[in-house]
């Protein structure tokens, strides 16, 4: 044994500890809006941030030099002021934008809650139902995703992909499965009037809220979402279908890209957005690597395996794994986009 080594390694896990302890409190200033509060108003001594934000000052005075500890924030020392650098402020407070971490950190809040039911899940098998996830999972949710519908759906993806582009200005079906709450198609609904869509999810309370959006949005006219499993097929054909960051998770993975297969018409197209990842633990073992196997214990696996599903996980459905699965599904086409992103793939699959 090298006793260099050994210390070295305490200090990484004291470093990876005292990360997740950092990770709750950025949990804690995103609900009460102290990155925000700091990015809009300036810098402010432990005071002035009660004062702002109205919280207590001695949790405020806490939290900042937690903060400033991690690097989140800076200190000066004579105007016992804290600072959020303006190249920190596109990840803690711009909320939509594409490196925002806060709706991440709020999943991850609701994550921690079903800690118990995971471990047992390892000792008895199984795994935690979506409806054991609090409020914060699925708000969470949203507002991670919501950085890709904001600025790539439109302004990347959908230019990426020309002939899906003509058929929805020209006016089609399409159809969006697992849609969640609808954020896509609301988009997409907004910017192909002539188009009309419909979105599939399994979870009722999402469909519920999609739909209220759906109605705000003024696209109800255009856009409906119906509660469905869609493994067992769908009713009608559709000329573009899409799942964003949904195979990885299914319960039946396989049983979807064959409906998804059956449902497009001859001349169809699937687009298809899942996690950037390899089919060899070698390339995945990094920071994202160690992140993206986190989620896939805390949420991606554990919710398929609870419905005695695949247990894909967060990594299971890689460009290797895609290909083989779209190949029994009945593709003849997996064109992966020519699209740099450290989180997602976005592929264009052909009949």
């Given at each position: 044994?090298?006793p260099k080594?050994?210390?070295?390694f305490?200090g990484?896990?004291?470093?990876d500890?005292a990360?997740?302890?950092v990770?709750?409190l ?7 809006s ?5 990015a809009?108003n ?5 005071e002035?941030l009660?004062d702002r934000a109205?919280?207590?000052?001695r949790y405020?005075r ?8 991690a ?7 004579k105007t016992?002021?804290f ?6 402020a596109?990840v803690?407070?711009?909320e939509n934008g ?5 709706g991440?950190h709020q999943?991850?809040?609701?994550w921690?809650g079903v800690?118990?039911d995971?471990?047992e899940?390892f000792r ?5 139902l979506?409806?054991?996830?609090d409020?914060?999972?699925w708000?969470g ?7 890709w519908?904001e600025?790539?759906?439109m302004?990347?993806?959908?230019p ?7 058929k929805?200005e020209?006016?089609?079906?399409m ?5 969640g709450?609808g954020r896509a ?8 009037p002539k188009?009309?869509f419909?979105?599939y999810?399994?979870?009722g309370p999402?469909?519920q809220h ?12 255009r856009?409906s979402?119906?509660e469905k499993d ?9 000329d ?7 195979i990885?998770d299914a ?10 297969r059956r449902?497009?018409?001859d001349?169809g197209?699937?687009?298809c ?10 390339e ?6 160690a992140f ?5 214990i805390l949420?991606?696996?554990t919710?398929?395996?609870?419905n005695?599903?695949?247990g894909?996980?967060?990594?299971g459905?890689?460009?290797?794994t895609a290909?083989?699965?779209c190949?029994k599904a ?5 064109k ?10 976005v592929?264009?699959i052909?009949?």
């Amino acid at each position: 044994m090298d006793p260099k080594k050994v210390e070295a390694f305490v200090g990484k896990v004291l470093g990876d500890t005292a990360g997740s302890l950092v990770t709750v409190l950025a949990m804690i200033g995103d609900r009460l809006s102290l990155f925000k509060n700091l990015a809009e108003n300036g810098p402010a001594t432990s005071e002035e941030l009660a004062d702002r934000a109205g919280i207590q000052e001695r949790y405020a005075r806490e939290w900042l030099g937690g903060m400033a500890s991690a690097g989140y924030l800076t200190y000066d020392g004579k105007t016992r002021r804290f600072t959020l650098p303006p190249e920190h402020a596109p990840v803690l407070a711009q909320e939509n934008g594409p490196f925002y971490f806060g709706g991440a950190h709020q999943m991850i809040s609701s994550w921690m809650g079903v800690i118990d039911d995971v471990t047992e899940a390892f000792r008895k098998g199984g795994g935690v139902l979506q409806s054991r996830y609090d409020s914060h999972q699925w708000d969470g949710m949203e507002r991670f995703t919501s950085g890709w519908f904001e600025n790539f759906l439109m302004q990347v993806w959908i230019p990426a992909m020309p002939d899906v582009q003509q058929k929805l200005e020209r006016g089609v079906r399409m159809a969006d499965i697992g849609c969640g709450r609808g954020r896509a198609l609301i988009k997409l609904a907004a910017a192909f009037p002539k188009s009309r869509f419909v979105g599939y999810d399994a979870f009722g309370p999402t469909v519920q809220h999609a739909r209220k959006r759906a109605e705000a949005a003024g696209v109800s006219d255009r856009v409906s979402f119906e509660e469905k499993d869609v493994s067992k097929g769908i009713p009608e054909k559709y000329d573009v279908i899409s799942t964003f960051d949904v195979i990885h998770d299914a319960a039946d993975p396989q049983g979807i890209l064959e409906t998804i297969r059956r449902g497009l018409k001859d001349d169809g197209i699937y687009v298809c957005l899942d996690i950037n990842s390899s089919h060899d633990l070698e390339e995945n073992l990094n920071p994202l690597g160690a992140f993206f196997h986190g989620a896939s214990i805390l949420y991606c696996m554990t919710t398929s395996l609870a419905n005695g599903g695949a247990g894909l996980g967060t990594l299971g459905f890689n460009e290797k794994t895609a290909r083989e699965m779209c190949a029994k599904a009945g593709f003849s086409e997996v064109k992966r986009l020519p699209i740099e992103n450290p989180f997602n793939i976005v592929y264009e699959i052909r009949p």
